[in-house]
DNA sequence: GTCAACGTGCAGTAAGGCTGCACGAGAGTC
DNA sequence: GACTCTCGTGCAGCCTTACTGCACGTTGAC
């Protein structure tokens, strides 16, 4: 609920319902009433809001379910699979919303799907060796290693290995899509 | 403005107007007033909205705004320090929100910064070589090249290098803080 | 021509977001 | 003890505005 994400960020900075009320410009009743569910407060207090606390209005809404600290390693990660690629991914992250991070090698001549793919979201490759080869649209980029490419997902792409030898990458796509 | 976000929704799926507003359970008229921005939608109906685009509400607010492609080499990033730290954080995307994922090289006792640090975030890094050392709270953690770490950031935390050798990392930050 | 579907202007209504004021609880001071 | 300050909340009422129903102009298919 609204009401407890924005009590929860009051809290954390020590704020009384007073002090955030007069910086939003808002009465406290009304921040009362909205940290409780009584009612729910309408898109010009919630921009406000936001603007107190330096957040965007989509980071209120955003589920920040603690997930404590999470190790991964070689191995013991469950993996994810594009559905006509050949590309195995390995996840750096528990699945719980939020971020999404991954990993994979991609063997010589590899793609990570047949079709290109797009998905509302924002995504970045650190190529950790090799070299690859990221396809968008029309346009085709190479990628060495130590390098970074950052992608709208929305437009179609996909990824292959074009060389010779394996190319290792990380992937961070957000929000994440199953 | 959130008219042209639900706006470019609805196109993009090929609805009409009134096909979405009848699954929504709302009004044309009202889809229209708000699509034109002639009037907010209370958090109910955008619930509604959202739930015929099976998306969060957070989404509704996130920033499409196209990056296209941005690639990042090494040596012409832009780099970012902690307050009080030795490394140099470079950066591998674009700083437009959404998402944040930085490249450093910690080289032998180096430190993120002298104090731990919390944000409202969530991180997870990917140590590509040698050995990184990770405290949280008050608990320490080692990970090694190949594995990675997810954590809660608005536990305090920090990063260092308790090795010989120096540390490559990559960390994924989202929602981005500065 | 008809017909259907598109998006929009307008006026009215009902809902509920928002405020001002007052109250009880708790902590600190004299 | 009383006095005071700040905390969060109950209540009643105002008044903005989200939302609807109906009608209109336009476009394209037939």
Sequence with gaps: MIGDRLHELRTERGMSLRALAEQAGVSPTLLSQIERG????????????????????????????????????????STLGAPNGQIRYERLTPGNGQLEVLHAVLAPGEVSSDEL???????????????????????????????????????????LNDSATNTEIVLAINPPTP
């Design 117 to 159: 793919w797009s998905h509302p979201s924002l995504e970045c490759v650190y190529v950790v060796s090799g070299m690859l080869t990221v396809q968008v649209e029309r346009s085709v980029y190479t990628v060495a290693a130590g390098e970074s490419l950052t992608l709208d997902s929305n437009r179609p792409h996909r990824y």
């Design 38 to 77: 009584v009612t729910e407060p309408s898109l010009s207090t919630l921009r406000r809001l936001a603007g107190v606390f330096g957040a965007s209005i989509a980071s209120l809404f955003e589920d920040p379910a603690a997930p404590a600290v999470w190790i991964s390693r070689p191995g013991e990660r």
